[in-house]
């Protein structure tokens, strides 16, 4: 009888030891959301590679500079695109239908090459000349995103999305290009901190 009631205890012993080790070592199919990516390769001779509309969105565009180049996948714009809503309506007490109105039709170009301009303002509206920059909005439909890392909140692009809204806020006439700067109206100190509350967001989801 002792010797059943030993090896009853030891299985037990076994057993626990085991589910112990379990929730202690990490499994491969888990992921950081450090290790997630937002971006897929693109080349124009594949068969499928074309401009592509992002699911969920009021015609909303993206697609490459080059024929072989890359850009942020539909799923993870998509994902963004709808935190910026949501966090840009909040801040500035607006519908999301006001939000999702302005950024209607919006063409996304992104590339793993960046840009160089003759000249453009920093944050606090500094002119700068024959600087590199990692994004344009080039115009009130049309942003340019280099493609930093793999993650969308490295990137430029919600930075290039306050300055669509501005520019739709304007009538068309600018998009604010010296940020915080007082040549140009439109921009404040609470778009400055919406862009850095939304990156925060997207990283912490892997985005």
């Keep these: 009888m002792h010797d059943i009631l030993t ?7 076994i057993i626990y030891t ?7 070592v990490p499994s491969s199919s888990c992921r950081s959301v450090a290790d997630l990516s937002s971006v897929v ?4 001779k594949h068969p499928d590679a074309r401009m592509k509309e992002i699911p969920g969105t009021p015609g909303i565009l993206v697609a490459p500079t080059f024929c072989k180049d890359y ?3 539909e799923d993870k714009l998509q994902k963004a695109l709808h935190v910026f809503v949501s966090e840009y309506s909040n801040t500035f007490d607006e519908s999301e239908e006001y939000v999702w109105l302005r950024l209607s039709g919006l063409r996304i170009e992104t590339s793993i090459l960046g840009r160089k301009v003759s000249a453009a303002f920093d944050s606090k509206g500094n002119l700068l000349k024959d600087v ?6 080039l115009s009130h439909d049309h942003i340019w995103v280099e493609i930093l890392t793999k993650q969308i909140n490295t990137s430029s692009f919600v930075h290039e999305l306050v300055h669509v809204m501005i520019w739709k806020e304007n009538y068309g006439i600018h998009g ?12 404040s100190k609470k778009h400055t ?9 997207l990283q912490d989801a892997g985005i």
């Design 7 to 13: 090896k009853k205890i030891a299985k037990k012993s």
């Design 18 to 24: 085991i589910l112990v080790l379990a929730l202690f």
């Design 41 to 44: 390769e693109f080349d124009c």
């Design 71 to 73: 850009v942020f996948s």
């Design 132 to 137: 590199h920059v990692t994004g344009l909005a």
């Design 176 to 187: 604010d290009p010296d940020h915080e700067g007082d040549k140009f109206s439109g921009w």
């Design 193 to 201: 901190m919406l862009i850095k509350r939304v990156n925060l967001i």
